[in-house]
């Protein structure tokens, strides 16, 4: 039973417009969010987190929002560049673990 | 400061072998947690070692195995290995084994023939 789950495999964004990364969890006992960024033949890179007493949480270009009632978080990217095509994980933590859960991912491409 | 490496980067072994692969956190960083990435099951956890002691493990065979050393750099072994053990194999490390952000090593890819 996929805990984290990212409902687009893909999603393709023109350069400059907004890019919106979607991430849905099950488990309630989750406090902790983060977001990595994955290109081929190298490790995620982190990018964002947010902890479950915040509802927004913002880094230059990128901002995490998190609806604990929705048990939904999303990944907004404004403006998006080309350099941020890549494949963008949501993780979380929490239920009395450390460990991360991951989703499977959602491929983001910015056409320039 | 230098980031988490892994080693080696890329690996080919045939079914029934096993396979040791190595992890270097980042200075100062205890914890060292596993993954295995494959593109049907995303990225999923093996285990966590911090101060040399498995503190958390996933749910995996006991052919996979690990270690931890007091400079903390971890190993981790597949034993018997199957085809389905295809896969790149991530390792994350962070200060403690608390709540911080785990970062990221390359990983190793390993193709089982």
């Known amino acids: 039973d996929q805990q984290v789950k990212q409902n687009s495999p893909s999603l393709s964004v023109q350069e400059g417009r907004i890019s919106i990364l979607n991430c849905d969890y099950t488990n309630s006992m989750f406090d902790y969010f983060l977001w990595y960024k994955k290109y081929p033949a190298e490790g995620p890179t982190f990018l964002i987190s947010?902890?479950?007493?915040?509802d927004k949480n913002e880094d230059g270009r990128f901002t995490v929002f998190l609806n604990k009632s929705a048990k939904h978080l999303s990944l907004h990217i404004v403006p998006s560049q080309p350099g941020d095509s890549a494949v963008y994980f949501c993780?979380?933590?929490?239920?009395?673990?450390?460990?991360?859960?991951f989703g499977k991912g959602t491929k983001l491409s910015v056409i320039p | 400061k230098a980031g988490v490496t892994q080693t080696p980067r890329y690996l080919i072994k045939t079914r029934g072998q096993q396979v040791t692969l190595s992890c270097s956190p980042i200075?100062?960083?205890?914890?060292v947690s596993w993954y295995q990435q494959t593109p049907g099951q995303g990225l999923q956890f093996l285990f966590e070692?911090?101060?040399?002691?498995?503190?958390n493990k996933g749910n995996f065979p006991g052919r996979f195995s690990g270690r931890q050393f007091s400079n903390s750099r971890s190993e981790m072994n597949v034993s018997t290995l199957e085809l389905g053990d295809s896969a790149l194999y991530l390792c994350?490390?962070?200060?403690?084994?608390?709540?911080?952000?785990?970062?990221f090593g390359p990983g190793t890819r390993l193709l089982v023939l």
């Open positions: 200075s100062g960083h205890r914890s």
């Open positions: 994350a490390s962070r200060l403690t084994s608390s709540q911080e952000t785990q970062y």
């Open positions: 070692y911090f101060s040399e002691t498995q503190r």
């Open positions: 993780a979380a933590s929490g239920a009395g673990s450390y460990q991360l859960t």
């Open positions: 947010i902890s479950s007493i915040k």
